[in-house]
């Protein structure tokens, strides 16, 4: 995007994710009408100074683009909530995060002239600033109707992203792939270092660092290739 097409960015959710997003997008010059409040404020403020704090109705009424980074299963009551109380404005962005929901679910909102995008960049949120340093670099899925898709392209290389566009059609098993790779790969080193405990090992989130990164590393070169990863791993 060039500096003439600067957008008033606001945010809905102050998770781990809305935070991030909203901080990245400030470093690539768009400008923070607000955020609605979160659990932890404090955290926010350290991420965000000086943003207001507001209601979700407030903040899609002062924004030009509307970030959504709430629960699956928040998100469909929200954009609908918003909409009966007639928030949604002609020709205003409105972006979720979502990686398992495609473009249906912000339909009430496009039904009052919103344009409707889908941009879930894939790491891992810690909601802190160390999280700015994940984006660069990394992927995110984006969805759009085409006529906006360059939009939305943009704004995911302005997080830092290199986009790769989902069809809208894939978004269910595109989140399916995330869930699937995020918990059972949470779940396997828990169990891990669990059973290094068990066994006296120190420090065994340390000790499984070095192997868990190599081998994942190998079962991503196998995956690009096609092929099933080396049994051996050591």
């Given at each position: 995007m060039t500096?003439?097409?600067?957008?008033?960015?606001?945010?809905?959710?102050?998770?781990?994710?809305g935070p991030v997003l909203a901080a990245a997008l400030a470093g690539a010059g768009h400008a923070l009408t607000g955020i609605t409040p979160g659990s932890d404020r404090d955290r926010v403020e350290v991420m965000l100074p000086g943003v207001p704090v507001l209601d979700a109705d407030e903040v899609v009424r002062r924004s030009e683009l509307v970030v959504i980074a709430v629960p699956h299963d928040e998100l469909p009551r929200l954009v609908a909530g918003l909409a009966d109380v007639g928030a949604w404005q002609v020709g205003q962005l409105v972006l979720h995060t979502d990686p398992a929901a495609g473009l249906d679910v912000l339909a009430p909102a496009a039904a009052r002239g919103a344009i409707p995008l889908a941009v879930h960049p894939a790491i891992a949120f810690t909601?802190?600033?160390l999280d700015l340093r994940q984006l660069v670099g990394a992927y995110a899925a984006v969805t759009a109707p085409a006529a906006?898709?360059?939009i939305a392209q943009a704004l995911a290389v302005e997080l830092g992203c290199e986009p790769v566009v989902v069809a809208d059609a894939d978004r269910a098993a595109y989140g399916e792939a995330i869930a699937t790779a995020t918990q059972f790969a949470s779940s396997i080193v828990q169990q891990s270092a669990a059973l290094l405990s068990e066994a006296q090992v120190p420090a065994p989130g340390r000790f499984l660092s070095a192997l868990v990164h190599s081998t994942v590393d190998r079962a991503l070169v196998a995956a690009g290739r096609g092929s099933e990863p080396d049994e051996e791993l050591l």
């Open positions: 500096a003439a097409s600067r957008l008033g960015v606001g945010v809905i959710g102050a998770g781990r994710v909601g802190s600033t906006v898709l360059p």
